[in-house]
């Protein structure tokens, strides 16, 4: 298996890619959209800031949604989005975006999760809020008992109404993995749920 | 039934996925606007280096100062309430007590602990968390993760501190590291600093500073990888490391070879003797296509899975040699 030959730089005990290769052609042209936004926001340029915000915005609340209570999510979107602007200078491969943003989600909910713990936890639904179904959050509650993979990919769909190619082409997923985590995950939800599965 | 309606809503409808979808629809992402920009983004090259590292000094002080302070009696360590009431067996904790060999800290939802680990570090543990203290004294301090998450920060030679779980034991090597155990005792480890060797049913891996690796009950640990690799190399190593049937474990492969880069080297270098024979060549070949095998190491050697070849290749990766993790395995094991 032949792949493209890339440069190597020692950093710390770690080989680490330079240049991650040949990608589709349609990604390719996704990613440089978000090469020269990624630039524009490490120079400070709002306009920029909105165009990443409004292509990942979903995928960054799906994988929130996945971890921390619904209220919280909605709130850490903002933050997530700030954390990446302020380490933005970090990001050596514009390809590599969602990932690293992906990462960045996954990680504040840890922190958030973490430091909420010594408050008071508060339950989904509070008197005075918006009312949510108890099915809708017992359906919520299964969804973040599955695998991350299966989780954050149902969410993307389910919640955020992302097509599979879309949430392939925010998640750096080929469309074939995400396919698989959507029937895989639609699958084991089906059981957790105890509903009857139509295969 | 097809899933091209759960694929993009085309096709026949699938009344459970229609259903699934009006049910979650109202958690949707809010409208909102991107937040404002700060005046400059904040150049953090030189401080995400210096920072953790003040950090780690600063942590590595406190630790020294705390325990030097709390010199624990024999069999026993120091345990302090974090947050809420944690329980020594039954007894309810506030402030600091003591738990002995054989006693099981029990943490609920609303309550975090601390243990001072003899003189040599520090744990964490979680909210939900089980951890039985199992063996403390000459340079051996052991716990037991049943369930839940901890977080243990340790200076001291490697090998003195070991967490077994109901998937794997993890052994320290000079680190810091985070370790969950869910109820079903699968395990997932990411490791801040240093190194951690994991080992269960006849398999190991070298687990090395920001990379991650779940544990298995049925397989014990799994591949690391690092917590920055593709998404869709990670995606392929779960399933492979899942997979029972060759035919996936192939298909699975393939894909992990095809997004692996020379930052994968760690994650290439424990699949070697993990896929099945037919697979190792194109294991082996990629990773010699970005690290070369030292002098003395062949090619055939490392195909038939020969121990000292091994370790002189995982010895190329500047990590830490592997002769020491042998001779501990030797003594302890």
Known sequence: ?199 | MSDDYLWDGSGAPDPDVQKLERLLAPLRTPPAAAPRLPARPVQWRTLRYLGPALAAAAAVLLMVSATLRTRPAAGSWTVASVAGQPRVESARLTGTGRIAVGQTLITDGGSQARLTVATIGQVTVDTNSRVRLVATGDGHHALALERGTLHALISAPPGQFVVSTPSATATDLGCAYTLHVDEDGAGYLTVTSGWVALAAHERESLVPVGASCRTDTKRGPGTPSYDDADQELKWALDEFDRADDATTRSARLKVVLEHAGPGDAVTLWHLISRVDAPDRPAVVDALAEFLAMPDGVTRDAVLALDPAALDRWWNALGLGDADWWRQLKLVSW
Do not use: C
């Open chain 1, 1 to 199: 298996m032949r792949r493209p030959r890339m440069e190597h730089a020692l950093e710390i005990g770690r080989l680490r890619p330079v240049s991650t290769g040949a990608r589709s052609a349609a990604k390719a042209s996704d990613r440089g959209d978000d090469a020269a936004a990624i630039r524009a926001v490490a120079a400070g340029d709002q306009d920029a800031f909105s165009h990443l915000y409004e292509r990942y915005v979903r995928m960054v609340h799906a994988i929130l949604l996945g971890r921390v209570p619904r209220r919280d999510a909605d709130d850490l979107v903002q933050d997530v989005f700030l954390i990446a602007y302020t380490r933005i200078g970090e990001l050596r491969d514009a390809a590599a975006f969602a990932g690293w943003l992906a990462a960045i989600a996954r990680n504040r909910a840890t922190d958030y999760l973490r430091q909420s713990r010594e408050q008071v936890e508060l339950p989904d639904e509070l008197p005075g809020g918006d009312a949510i179904e108890a099915e809708t959050l017992a359906v919520l509650d299964a969804v973040r008992r599955l695998p991350e993979a299966y989780r954050e990919t149902l969410l993307m769909r389910l919640v955020e109404g992302m097509s599979g190619n879309e949430i392939a082409e925010r998640t750096g997923l080929t469309p074939a993995s995400v396919r698989v985590n959507l029937h895989r995950g639609m699958k084991l939800l089906r059981e957790k749920l105890g509903w009857v599965s139509h295969e």
